[in-house]
């Protein structure tokens, strides 16, 4: 490329043709590439100051009120452009009082949102190239980056060699991975190619009588799918505390005998390796043996703690993982990745492009390119794979297992304050960076009180859960700057919290 095509890529004027039928003038954008080349260094700046100052002040949890930015903004976009640092300043006055801080090494809610500055940079060249690579052609390097970084994790993870695009023995077998925005979009696609699966050569109206299997614990997002794909039947399982919320194989045996007398057609089942509420863990290889007798689709979700097994010692939650047709993980929850990378593998692709495959004229491609608008809903697509790139570049093997580590041993430090303190109890076994607990012998009115009086400090930022009607606080550790000493704190604010709420109730319950 020559220099002067780069110098002024939106700037430049078209040369008219002849006198009197000549070209409309040229389109001068208010951004140029040298007031960009300076902006975009401020832009850096705004976001270091963030990180190094911002965020280790301001509340975890945003505290303003519905509706606020409405009422400190024009209700109209501005006739004439303004100057950039006037939207900067505004990005400071009206939107950062707005933002609750993911980033924050006190954020402790939901799972972690991970970001880093090798996959905010890689972020940054995927909105540069602004390829929409639907299709092997539409962007060669976009396709291909991707099947190379996903089997680059899938080997990282241990993952069945079922699951590469290029296997162990250098060959291209039926199976690959892909990067999706989101679980939910990932378990959308793997029921659509069960159903695509179990529906082929069947009459259209067995679609009414299939059936979807999960847990009571599985992510809202199976039941979405089950939704948006129109599944008449779901099967939402029960689980206890007795079996520490995993999916008990006994109880889909019964349920798919019950469902099959009846003439039912069940085919596709979610398993959740490491649950949203309690980090539950469903066993694959139980599962896995069942759903191959009944020919169901096992799909694993394992959203949240799929990434772990990148440490060897943190992969039991695999075992039975070859039996599974799909698994996603997020590598946008705890490996360092900038959202939104969800990575899906599939064993076999077929079926998923029986489903989502669709080739209007001009899009037909010569020969049998990787085109992965066959494998998602939409037909655009990032090249999202940079950022996951420059992540497993940057950090290598070692340093994402020390920062998986760093994490766990975090969380196993504070389940153990947990437990010697005598007003509190774990509420479900302690697992990865989550940890489960509430209150010993209050009501929920109690723990959701205290969860509030915790946020509300600024300091912390925790959301709750329930696990068999008991209201249960979630401390989930894996932010990407997360200390010891962040933990700490949190742990002493907890404490303090918890010892004034008791002893405000024992003062009421006399005042009676
Ligand atoms: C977070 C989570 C999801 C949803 O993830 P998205 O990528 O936001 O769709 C699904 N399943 C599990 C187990 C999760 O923890």
Not at 30 to 53: L, S, T
Not at 61 to 69: A, C, F, G, P, T
Not at 88 to 115: C, E, I, K, M
Not at 235 to 241: M, Q
Request: proline letters at 4%; charged letters at 15%.
């Amino acid at each position: 490329m020559g220099a002067d095509q780069l110098r002024e890529p939106h700037g430049g004027t078209i040369v008219n043709g002849t006198a009197g039928n000549s070209m409309p003038q040229g389109f001068q954008h208010p951004m140029g590439v040298e007031e960009f080349r300076k902006h975009g260094k401020e832009m850096v700046d705004f976001i270091c100051d963030y990180h190094a100052n911002h965020l280790q002040e301001a509340p975890v949890r945003s505290n303003v009120e519905v509706d606020y930015l409405r009422r400190c903004v024009p209700a109209s976009a501005p006739e004439e452009g303004e100057d950039f640092n006037a939207v900067l300043t505004d990005v400071q006055r009206t939107v950062l009082p707005g933002v609750t801080h993911w980033q924050s090494p006190n954020f402790f809610a939901y799972f972690p949102a991970n970001s880093s500055y090798p996959a905010m940079l890689g972020d940054m060249l995927s909105s540069a190239f602004n390829v929409i690579g639907f299709s092997w052609i539409s962007s060669p390097a976009c396709t291909e980056l991707e099947a190379v970084v996903l089997d680059w994790l899938a080997k990282l993870l241990d993952l069945p060699p079922a699951f590469l695009t290029v296997g162990p023995d250098n060959t291209k077998g039926t199976g690959g991975g892909v990067i999706q925005g989101t679980a939910s979009e990932a378990t959308l696609v793997a029921l659509l190619a069960a159903r695509a699966q179990k529906l082929k050569g069947r009459d259209a109206a067995d679609a009414l009588k299939l059936v979807a299997y999960t847990s009571d614990q599985a992510h809202s997002c199976v039941m979405k799918a089950c939704m948006i794909a129109g599944i008449q039947h779901v099967r939402v399982l029960p689980t206890s505390a007795q079996h520490d919320w995993a999916l008990q194989s006994q109880v889909l045996q019964e349920a798919l005998e019950q469902d099959e007398q009846q003439g039912l057609l069940p085919f596709f089942l979610c398993a959740t390796a490491g649950t949203t509420s309690s980090c539950a863990i469903d066993s694959l290889e139980l599962l896995g043996t069942l759903a191959r007798q009944h020919s169901l689709w096992m799909h694993v979700d394992a959203a949240y703690a799929g990434v772990a097994a990148i440490c060897p010692e943190h992969r039991q939650a695999h075992e039975g993982l070859h039996l599974a047709h799909s698994f996603a993980t997020n590598a946008h929850k705890w490996l360092l990745t900038n959202f939104d990378c969800c990575c899906l593998w599939v064993a076999d692709a077929e079926p998923l492009k029986a489903a989502l495959s669709l080739t209007p004229v001009f899009l037909r491609a010569k020969g049998n390119a990787l085109d992965y608008k066959d494998w998602q809903v939409p037909l655009g697509r990032r090249f999202r794979s940079l950022k996951l790139w420059f992540v497993l570049r940057c950090y290598g093997q070692r340093k994402l297992q020390e920062y998986i580590r760093h994490h766990i041993a975090l969380a196993t430090s504070f389940a153990a304050r947990v437990r010697s303190h005598p007003a509190f109890e774990i509420m479900a076994p302690p697992r990865f960076g989550l940890v489960c607990f509430a209150l010993k012998g209050q009501g929920n009115e109690v723990n959701k009180a205290l969860l509030e009086s915790l946020n509300q400090t600024g300091r912390v930022f925790l959301v709750g859960t329930e696990l068999g009607g008991r209201f249960t606080l979630r401390m989930a550790i894996g932010s990407a700057t997360t200390q010891a000493h962040h933990v700490e704190a949190a742990w002493q604010l907890i404490c303090q919290h918890a010892e004034q709420m008791l002893a405000n109730g024992q003062h009421s319950s006399i005042a009676n």
